[in-house]
Nanobody, 121 residues
Framework: QLQLVESGGGLVQAGESLRLSCAAS????????MGWYRQAPGKQRELVAS???????NYSDSVKGRFTISRDSSKNTMGLQMNNLKPEDSAVYFC???????????????WGQGTQVTVSS
């Protein structure tokens, strides 16, 4: 199996920065795409940013130019640098990966437990 653990959430004021990290562990054969999703109270989970195994990136329009996603495939880690945070960025942020593990013949989706980001105005 594969476990994803997020860290780096917290409470900040509008305009400040935070960096989220996600570490994958377990019997990892290969990690394909990784990404960050977020879910605010009463709202659906939405994609924030994604990064492919070839490091191609994709961002939601709401964070483009403010957030930067990165990954270190050698360490099975991923980061999200969030700058100029806004109150509407407040949500639980989830790490997401599409990966294959030893003993399994197919890739599947994995989720972390989430980390809270709160931005005060």
């Amino acid at each position: 199996q594969l476990q994803l653990v997020e860290s780096g959430g917290g409470l900040v004021q509008a305009g400040e920065s935070l960096r989220l990290s996600c570490a994958a562990s377990g019997s990892i054969f290969s990690i394909n795409a990784m990404g960050w999703y977020r879910q605010a109270p009463g709202k659906q989970r939405e994609l924030v940013a994604s990064i492919s195994s070839g490091s191609s990136t994709n961002y939601s329009d709401s964070v483009k130019g403010r957030f930067t996603i990165s990954r270190d495939s050698s360490k099975n880690t991923m980061g999200l640098q969030m700058n100029n945070l806004k109150p509407e960025d407040s949500a639980v942020y989830f790490c997401h990966a599409i990966a294959g593990v030893y003993g399994s013949s197919s890739y599947r989706v994995y989720w972390g437990q989430g980390t809270q980001v709160t931005v005060s105005s």
